[in-house]
Nanobody, 123 residues
Framework: HVQLVESGGGSVQPGGSLRLTCVAR????????MGWFRQVPGNDRAGVAA???????HYVPAVKGRATISRAGAKNAVSLQLDNVKPEDTGVYYC??????????????????WGQGTQVTVS
């Protein structure tokens, strides 16, 4: 069983930066690929950034050039750095994990494990 815990959300002004961290507890190892999703009211969870095989990194066009997904120290922790934030970055950010490879890595239904989410507000 894998448990994911996010932290680092809050309020940030447009143009600022935020850093979210997700710590995985339990049976997490290098077989898992992890990603970040954002959800706004009335919408499904939408992909933001994700690891692929061999720690390749992938971003959706809306954040490419502004986002960095990285390992945060131990193999079981990942961070999302988002710079030059915009109001449309507002939402609840979720960390997700599943066994690699994750086909269609930005499709939320392809991930089994989820954190509880952390709110980010850009205004």
């Amino acid at each position: 069983h894998v448990q994911l815990v996010e932290s680092g959300g809050g309020s940030v002004q447009p143009g600022g930066s935020l850093r979210l961290t997700c710590v995985a507890r339990g049976a997490m190892d290098s077989r898992y690929c992890m990603g970040w999703f954002r959800q706004v009211p009335g919408n499904d969870r939408a992909g933001v950034a994700a690891f692929g095989r061999e720690d390749s990194t992938h971003y959706v066009p809306a954040v490419k050039g502004r986002a960095t997904i990285s390992r945060a120290g131990a193999k079981n922790a990942v961070s999302l750095q988002l710079d030059n934030v915009k109001p449309e970055d507002t939402g609840v950010y979720y960390c997700a994990a599943d066994i690699c490879p994750v086909i269609q890595r930005f499709l939320s239904t392809n991930y089994v494990y989820w954190g509880q989410g952390t709110q980010v507000t850009v205004s």
